[in-house]
């Protein structure tokens, strides 16, 4: 019979802290048994070994600097960094949440899978959402000043005005040597108190600068937003996930 593995050696195997391993868990994306009376988390070694593969080499403890860029036009697909998920290159995505930490799960791992391959990545999220990833990633040994000083990471709160971001991303996503990647959770939107139209002019101006070596990820809280808010998100991207499920949209 396999020997199981506790959440420390799961930790090690992954080189993550135990702390990541149980939220990984919690989020159901990484696979556990629940042994005895305490339902204390179990690994089998086959499921962590093919969870790393789809992670690709973690970023702790590795330098911050740049890898080759990524190849034009991948016609395998771009790891998103979790659930084994491959899309096109060139792809604008959103993602409809239920709970912020999934929400945060997945942009961690989104993040990672950037460094990963030494693409500039751009976060944009509210102010407390964004200290959590950043503190997040850098308990997990990501040496997140080290890349904001060599704008490899680049995170913010948003612009005031659809413009304003448009020209920010244009700007970063242009100057980016090895690829760009952007995640938002877009309830910076209603912090900056945008309209319905506002966030939807932002959205379709994405899908103009769609091109390879580009990705973009868009989070939509289904607690937060209204109906017609959601349905302009699935209208406005050639991908969704929901529940770890990867759905090509009509767009």
């Not at 070994?49 to 973690?58: K, Q």
């Not at 973009?216 to 406005?236: D, I, R, V, W």
Request: net charge neutral.
């Amino acid at each position: 019979m396999e020997k199981l593995l506790n959440v420390r050696q799961a930790a090690a195997l992954l080189n993550v802290s135990q702390m990541t391993i149980r939220r990984w868990t919690n989020d159901g994306l990484l696979t556990c048994f629940r042994i005895g009376k305490k339902r204390e988390r179990r690994f089998s070694e086959a499921d962590l070994h093919a969870f790393l593969a789809g992670r690709t080499d973690p970023v702790a403890g590795a330098t911050a600097a740049p890898a080759p860029n990524r190849p034009a036009g991948r016609t395998d697909g771009v790891s998103l960094g979790f659930a084994n998920l491959h899309i096109p290159d060139g792809t604008h995505l959103t993602h409809l949440y239920l709970d912020r930490s999934e929400a945060l799960g997945i942009q961690g791992f989104f993040v990672r899978q950037g460094l990963n391959t030494g693409e500039t990545v751009m976060v944009v999220a509210p102010a407390d959402q964004r200290d959590t990833l950043l503190d997040t990633l850098a308990r997990d040994g990501i040496p997140v000043q080290d890349l904001i000083q060599q704008d490899r990471l680049i995170h913010g709160t948003g612009k005031q005005t659809p413009e304003q971001m448009i020209a920010l991303i244009a700007r970063i996503s242009s100057s980016a040597q090895s690829g760009f990647r952007l995640v938002g959770d877009m309830s910076w939107t209603t912090v900056a108190g945008w309209s319905l139209e506002q966030t939807k002019a932002l959205e379709e101006s994405t899908n103009t600068r769609l091109a390879p070596g580009l990705l973009f990820l868009c989070q939509y809280s289904l607690t937060e937003f209204s109906g017609a808010q959601t349905m302009m998100a699935l209208e406005t991207h050639g991908f969704s996930i929901y529940k770890n499920k990867l759905t090509r949209l009509h767009f």
